[in-house]
T-cell receptor
Framework: DTEVTQTPKHLVMGMTNKKSLKCEQH?????MYWYKQKAKKPPELMFV???????INESVPSRFSPECPNSSLLNLHLHALQPEDSALYLC?????????????FGPGTRLTVL | KNEVEQSPQNLTAQEGEFITINCSYS?????LHWLQQHPGGGIVSLFM???GKKKHGRLIATINIQEKHSSLHITASHPRDSAVYIC???????????FGTGTRLQVTL
């Protein structure tokens, strides 16, 4: 099973809402990533968890809050978002969290903030 | 900080043509990745290179470490190859990749 799953596929939320994005993998990978991708741009790294510890936070605003409850699950909690946060949010996983690892990407959650 | 440049930005080809996409980077790396993204979002990793050449089906990827340059070739292109191809590089053991801006390929019948 080389699949990374993400739910929901689409999310529309208001600026005062609280919502969560979920990502799951069952490949035994110990590194998981959140990326944000705007239209016609490459992915931008937001967070990396390595062995369930937050190892990289790319100065992401606190309205985005990551959580890694166990080695298979990664959540991204959203609160008080802005319209400019509308984007495709991609989750990925890799074996150890090294630059030589192949990263496996989920299909993404398309987020619209009204 | 590594600067990653891809060329061309956009490419249109007819079915059956041989395609080359280029990637240059400014600082020494430990790994270079080629990724494919179809319309609708999903990203698939095609290759990870640290030296030499790799082949998978109709796709060939090469890297020249001295010249800090990599190429992705597609032989006998097909409309299903239409996608954005992204080059990404990593240095040392850190997990963070630096992405190029992508090459948008359209293959027509």
């Amino acid at each position: 099973d080389t699949e990374v799953t993400q739910t929901p596929k689409h999310l529309v939320m208001g600026m005062t809402n609280k919502k969560s994005l979920k990502c799951e993998q069952h490949m035994g990978h110990r590194a998981m990533y959140w990326y944000k991708q705007k239209a016609k741009k490459p992915p931008e790294l937001m967070f990396v968890y390595s062995y369930e510890k937050l190892s990289i936070n790319e100065s992401v605003p606190s309205r985005f809050s990551p959580e890694c409850p166990n080695s298979s699950l990664l959540n991204l909690h959203l609160h008080a978002l802005q319209p400019e946060d509308s984007a495709l949010y991609l989750c990925a996983s890799s074996q150890r969290g090294f630059s030589t690892d192949t990263q496996y990407f989920g299909p993404g959650t398309r987020l619209t903030v009204l | 900080k590594n600067e990653v440049e891809q060329s061309p930005q956009n490419l249109t080809a007819q079915e059956g043509e041989f395609i080359t996409i280029n990637c240059s980077y400014s600082v020494g790396i430990s790994a270079l990745h080629w990724l494919q993204q179809h319309p609708g979002g999903g990203i698939v990793s095609l290759f990870m290179l640290s030296s030499g050449k790799k082949k998978h089906g109709r796709l060939i990827a090469t890297i020249n470490i001295q010249e800090k340059h990599s190429s992705l070739h597609i032989t006998a292109s097909h409309p299903r190859d239409s996608a954005v191809y992204i080059c990404a590089v990593g240095a040392g053991t850190a997990s963070k990749l630096t992405f190029g801006t992508g090459t948008r390929l359209q293959v027509t019948l």
